[in-house]
């Protein structure tokens, strides 16, 4: 018998899976998935598998979206849910930051003759609840947008009447979908603005609050007047969101173990402003994919700050704005345990991602491709092999 055979088979080594969920936002994550990057980063490593949270059919794997407990996963989107995971313990590091411009205004009906946010005292504001939900980011950020505006003109929301309205079920991230993913998030998003709009029409109440291209087509296709948008305070401070600024959050342990692989995956989204500044009607079509909506209002929405603004970065300004985030949080018990920002936030990836593109750059191997038809794009937006 020969030593061959008497040998032990070599043993594989383990596949890495890395999952990712996104928010329907302007995201470097979204677009590098429809223009094929990530497949092109990675079409050669057989043992590194991408899989969607969104494709999965398991509620535990969904609900990571918001706990963010998932092994191995990035998460790009609405700051809201992981700085709420974070304060319950979530294992995640924040490795970049972008900040897209986004408008967030309050409307009203024109025959209203509420024409600015001193008009709203005494005033009926809709504010939508989903009681089902753990943290229910839209209503925070509803409660935030009321706040600001009032204070400009020396109000508070004491000085206006909020008409709670009850949504029942759970947003697009928290169950599984039956069919395509990108429907059922669509319809997620029709629906909202549909319990924000109607009790307007009706009268219920006297001014409501939306975002993002959404906003822009009930303003135009409503004539909806704009009372205050908080996208042109003055104090950078006070623009904040759930939508901005956005966070990418990845699990602890993959920084650890895999951190070529982190580094890697933030190199191609470093790439994807410049990509969009030369493939400005493509990248406007995948956020528009992205959102569910037409392609022109994501241009209206977004103007042409769009393609620089999708930047990942950790400036000093947008870790004070999370952290502004953070405080209004605490603030409304909307999270109950405070936690360090500065422990939560991780450095390192981001530098070794700059690191890795300026040596691909000196290589010459640092233009991405434009997106190519040719790919097969899944259910969830993610291009398959």
Not at 16 to 21: D, H, N, P, Q, V
Request: glycine share 8%.
């Amino acid at each position: 018998m020969s030593l061959a055979v008497l040998a032990r088979p070599v043993a594989k080594p383990a596949k890495t899976t890395i999952w990712y969920t996104r928010c329907p936002v302007p995201s470097t994550w979204g677009i590098a998935l429809r223009a094929g990057h990530f497949h092109e980063e990675f079409e050669g490593d057989s043992q590194i598998a991408f899989r969607s949270v969104l494709d999965s059919t398991d509620a535990k794997t969904h609900d990571a979206h918001y706990y963010g407990t998932l092994k191995n996963a990035f998460r790009l989107g609405g700051n809201i849910p992981p700085i709420w995971a974070r304060s319950r313990g979530a294992s995640t590091r924040v490795v970049g930051i972008s900040w897209t411009t986004t408008p967030s205004p309050i409307l009203a009906l024109p025959e209203s003759n509420i024409r600015t946010a001193a008009d709203l005292k005494g005033k009926r504001l809709l504010i939508i609840r989903r009681p089902e939900e753990e943290i229910d980011f839209a209503y925070a950020g509803t409660l935030r947008n009321y706040e600001v505006a009032l204070a400009t003109v020396g109000l508070t929301l004491s000085d206006v009447q909020l008409i709670e309205k009850t949504i029942g079920g759970s947003s697009e991230h928290s169950k599984p979908h039956q069919g395509s993913p990108n429907s059922g998030r669509r319809r997620s998003r029709q629906g909202f603005q549909k319990h924000t709009l109607v009790p307007l029409l009706l009268g219920e109440v006297d001014a409501i609050t939306s975002q993002g291209p959404a906003a822009i087509g009930l303003i135009d296709g409503f004539g909806l007047h704009v009372v205050h948008d908080i996208s042109t305070h003055a104090d950078p401070l006070q623009r904040i969101h759930n939508s901005v600024p956005k966070l990418l959050t990845v699990d602890g342990g993959l920084i650890e173990e895999h951190p070529e692989i982190v580094a890697r995956i933030l190199a191609r989204l470093l790439d994807i402003p410049a990509w969009a500044q030369e493939n400005r009607e493509e990248a406007v079509h995948f956020i528009a994919l992205e959102q569910g909506v037409s392609d022109d209002l994501v241009d209206i929405a977004y103007g042409e700050k769009l393609a620089p603004e999708l930047k990942l970065n950790l400036s000093k300004e947008n870790i004070a704005r999370v952290a502004a985030q953070k405080a209004f949080l605490l603030k409304h018990g909307l999270i109950q345990k405070d936690f360090d920002l500065e422990q939560w936030i991780d450095p390192r990836p981001l530098e070794a991602a700059h690191a890795l593109v300026e040596q691909r750059r000196r290589s010459g191997n640092s233009t991405p491709k434009t997106a190519r038809a040719s790919l097969r794009v899944g259910p969830a937006g993610c291009v398959s092999r």
